[in-house]
């Protein structure tokens, strides 16, 4: 059974329409990355999904069955944005009350490693920072050991260091088989860390499928160099070539297989090319292919 399903789900706030006839399944033991740029939907979705929103239309299940009862029960932990922690308890005190309102909560040391907490498990919550309140927030959302796990722009306020412990810890969380849906606008953290992205803009899915297979779909990667006076005649023939534009000198080479048009460019011509540069079809650009306004 799969771990998380839209059916046609669709959501009106007034006359904004945040969810569009979404339609979607998520395998249990995957983690996935939601992303899409600002207004796409992807609170909208993971407050659906924690059954703090109902849809105006169509269906959200987890494990098969209604939100409410999967968060109710342990079985899905969220990580908003928001959420005020209780001031006056230390991290400690605070992890520790919310797991023990789950019916089979991870043992307190494991949520406060996996959260990176060890070292402020005695601070009160009050005297934290944004960084540091969201990973109390992992921390809580991990605490009832659920097999599903939401974290909405987790790393958001996280400074680099932090960020990468907070991966290592969501890995280590997922490892076993627990599903993770996370919602970014890090196209590094999507491509980094999941092993499907999902990119959603305008409340719809404008891709799906691993980082590798969306930068492919959105075409090619780029040989440049500097050929100066040299003519370019014969290098849209190059192996893998889709498009050559030239431009005072300087070659840019789109192709679907830059090493096999470097190495044709190198072995079948005697061009005496410089300055090679080769650039990735990044995330971003498939990104802002996709969610541009049509
Ligand atoms: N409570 C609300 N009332 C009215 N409109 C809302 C409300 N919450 C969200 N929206 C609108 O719904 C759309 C989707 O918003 P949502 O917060 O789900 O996007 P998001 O992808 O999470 O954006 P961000 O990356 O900025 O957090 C946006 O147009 C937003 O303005």
Redesign the pocket.
């Given at each position: 059974m799969d771990a998380i399903t839209f059916d046609h789900v669709s959501?009106h706030?007034?006359d904004?329409?945040?969810?569009a006839d979404l339609s979607l399944a998520i395998e249990p033991g995957s983690t996935v990355a939601?992303l899409?740029?600002?207004?796409?939907?992807?609170?909208?979705?993971?407050?659906l999904l924690l059954g703090l929103l109902r849809p105006s239309s169509g269906q959200v299940l987890v494990h098969g069955r209604d939100p409410g009862a999967a968060v109710r029960d342990g079985e899905m932990g969220g990580m908003l944005?928001s959420g005020e922690l209780i001031p006056e308890l230390t991290v400690k005190e605070l992890v520790d009350l919310v797991r023990r309102l789950y019916p089979r909560p991870l043992p307190l040391d494991d949520i406060l490693r996996l959260a990176d907490l060890g070292d402020l498990a005695g601070r009160r919550a009050n005297k934290l920072s944004g960084g540091q309140t969201q990973r109390v927030r992992f921390a809580l959302a991990i605490a009832g050991a659920p097999r599903i796990l939401l974290l909405?722009?987790p790393t958001a306020a996280m400074d680099v260091e932090s960020r990468l412990r907070f991966w290592a810890g969501m890995h280590d969380y997922a490892a076993g088989g627990r599903t993770v849906l996370f919602?970014t606008?890090y196209l590094e953290e999507a491509d980094a860390h999941a092993d499907r992205v999902l990119v959603?803009a305008r409340?719809q899915l404008a891709a799906d499928g691993t980082a590798a297979e969306i930068k492919a779909g959105v075409g090619g990667q780029t040989v440049r160099f500097t050929l100066g006076e040299q003519p370019a005649a014969g290098l849209d023939r190059l192996p893998g070539v889709t498009a050559v534009e030239v431009v005072d000198g300087v070659v840019t080479l789109h192709t679907a297989d830059p090493d096999a048009t470097l190495s044709g460019l190198y072995r079948g011509t005697t061009l005496d090319v410089r300055h090679v540069q080769l650039s990735g079809a990044d995330l971003e650009a498939a990104f802002l292919a996709l969610t541009r306004e049509s």
């Open positions: 959501k706030y007034g904004v329409l945040a969810v939601l899409g740029p600002n207004g796409a939907g992807k609170s909208t979705s993971i407050n944005q909405d722009e919602a606008h959603i409340g």
